[in-house]
Nanobody
Framework: QVQLVESGGGLVQAGGSLRLSCAAS????????MGWFRQAPGKEREFVGC?????????????YYADSAKGRFTISRDNAKNTVYLQMNNLTPEDTAVYYC?????????????????WGQGTQVTVSS
């Protein structure tokens, strides 16, 4: 049974930082593209970033970010711990959302929610002004 468990969310002031973690089990983590998405109230779930696994079409791992995340957010992964991280710096109230991690064996079209097979339950991030 595949499980993705996010942690690290919370309340932070604008300009602050948070690091989200996503612990995976029940899958071959090193062969998974791991993505982060978020969903604010009344809005669709949107792509934040992802890290592809190294066995895909490119021959190496690639990290993609949404424009809103570039320069502020960093994705990293520890294959030994089956964990992916999302370091978020310089947070703004517009970053307030439930953040989800997701996993897929695909390495193409991975900016879309449709590419992902497994999802975590989400963790709330609230940024106050």
């Amino acid at each position: 049974q595949v499980q993705l468990v996010e942690s690290g969310g919370g309340l932070v002031q604008a300009g602050g930082s948070l690091r989200l973690s996503c612990a995976a089990s029940g899958l071959t983590f090193r062969s998974q593209t791991m993505g982060w998405f978020r969903q604010a109230p009344g809005k669709e779930r949107e792509f934040v970033g992802c890290n592809t696994w190294s066995g895909g079409w490119s021959g190496g791992s690639i990290t993609y970010y949404a424009d809103s995340a570039k320069g502020r957010f960093t994705i990293s992964r520890d294959n030994a711990k089956n964990t992916v991280y999302l370091q978020m710096n310089n947070l703004t109230p517009e970053d307030t959302a439930v953040y989800y991690c997701a996993a897929t064996s695909a390495t193409r079209a991975v900016l879309s929610t449709k590419a992902y097979d497994y999802w975590g339950q989400g963790t709330q991030v609230t940024v106050s002004s």
